[in-house]
T-cell receptor, first 111, second 114 residues
Framework: AQRVTQPEKLLSVFKGAPVELKCNYS??????LFWYVQYSRQRLQLLLR??SRESIKGFTADLNKGETSFHLKKPFAQEEDSAMYYC?????????????FGKGTKLSVKP | KAGVTQTPRYLIKTRGQQVTLSCSPI?????VSWYQQTPGQGLQFLFE???????NKGNFPGRFSGRQFSNSRSEMNVSTLELGDSALYLC?????????????FGPGTRLTVL
């Protein structure tokens, strides 16, 4: 079955500390994975996708097929990074319109 | 350009009633998807529409239905409401239906069932 697991509900770090938000997936084919972010009182928005291999707002994520993971990392957290982060997988429908989301991790960056 | 809009933003209903939620996609976008967000289950896919046809459906009972109009606007309907249907319902649109087109989410409709 297709599934996305984010083991941490809440992650609290101090400003300037490294951050790693964990995401593991279960998918039989070739997965396509995303990280979405929702800042307070804002809409859910795409942060990055594995296929583009880019860094957005200092965040990177590498797909590790052996460990079926797609962890989100940032070397130095900023207070403005505080938000809900969701890992998502394209479902069987084959389009981004059919995403399977993890339950999310709330990142809190303390000053 | 204007983002995805959803109406109404808040809704209170009682058990057994039915409800219709509306979504207007970004101009030019033809694909619309719906998700249910609850504290317990998180974000769950409801259905996806493209060119007025339902292309995918999530694991929800038949009480949940939807449609898409020729102008790409979409509605979803929930009949015989249950307390567990209380949730934030999110709509998302994308240009076309494929893996490469980013979805843009609306602000959601907060449904409370009493």
């Amino acid at each position: 079955a297709q599934r996305v697991t984010q083991p941490e509900k809440l992650l609290s770090v101090f400003k300037g500390a490294p951050v790693e938000l964990k995401c593991n997936y279960s998918y039989s084919g070739s997965p396509e994975l995303f990280w979405y972010v929702q800042y307070s009182r804002q809409r859910l928005q795409l942060l990055l996708r594995h296929i583009s291999r880019e860094s957005i707002k200092g965040f990177t994520a590498d797909l590790n097929k052996g460990e079926t993971s797609f962890h989100l990392k940032k070397p130095f957290a900023q207070e403005e990074d505080s938000a809900m982060y969701y890992c998502a997988l394209v479902g069987d429908g084959g389009s981004q319109g059919n995403l399977i989301f993890g339950k999310g991790t709330k990142l809190s960056v303390k000053p | 350009k204007a983002g995805v809009t959803q109406t109404p933003r808040y809704l209170i209903k009682t058990r057994g009633q039915q409800v219709t939620l509306s979504c207007s996609p970004i101009s030019g976008h033809r694909s619309v998807s719906w998700y249910q967000q609850t504290p317990g289950q998180g974000l769950q896919f409801l259905f996806e529409y493209f060119s007025e046809t339902q292309r995918n459906k999530g694991n929800f009972p038949g009480r949940f239905s939807g449609r898409q109009f020729s102008n790409s606007r979409s509605e979803m309907n929930v009949s015989t409401l249950e307390l567990g249907d209380s949730a934030l319902y999110l709509c998302a649109s994308s240009l076309i239906r494929d893996r490469n087109n980013e979805q843009f989410f609306g602000p959601g409709t907060r449904l409370t069932v009493l």
